[in-house]
């Protein structure tokens, strides 16, 4: 018995879903369309999975984590300077770019795991 719409559908109209959301979470940039796109996937992946799929996604969370704060130490570009960590800034612009980055790659293993 299966627990989502999507199992009774024909396997093309999954691959068109799939890969437009896919396509758009890469190439749609834009916080709340990132916001929609991760608590979208998170609800699916946790409808597929149930209770299981609550240690997935805070296994995904660390991940995103990392990616967000790592990225400033990289991409010194912005000019609200927010302190300096081995010589070279951390802006402001920087790690919003990396919440962005992070939020993209949270939705991508969102998506891809279902």
């Known amino acids: 018995m299966s627990r989502d719409a999507f ?3 024909h396997p093309a109209v999954n691959f068109a879903f799939f890969l437009v959301v896919i396509c758009c979470a890469v190439v749609i940039q ?6 929609v ?3 979208s996937g998170a609800a699916y992946y946790l409808l597929l ?10 296994g995904m969370l660390p991940i995103f984590l990392i990616l967000s704060l790592l990225n400033p130490l ?3 570009y912005g000019a609200h300077i927010l ?3 081995f010589g070279r800034p951390y802006t402001l612009e920087a790690l919003l770019y990396g ?8 939705e991508m293993l969102l998506w891809f795991g279902c």
Do not use: E, Q, V
């Not at 834009?30 to 916001?35: K, N």
């Open 7 to 9: 199992s009774n559908r």
């Open 30 to 35: 834009h916080p709340a369309y990132l916001a």
């Open 49 to 58: 999975r149930g209770r299981k799929g609550l240690r997935g996604i805070a």
């Open 37 to 39: 796109g991760i608590f």
């Open 74 to 76: 990289f991409n010194t």
């Open 83 to 85: 302190f300096h960590i």
């Open 99 to 106: 919440f962005a980055i992070g939020g993209t790659f949270l």
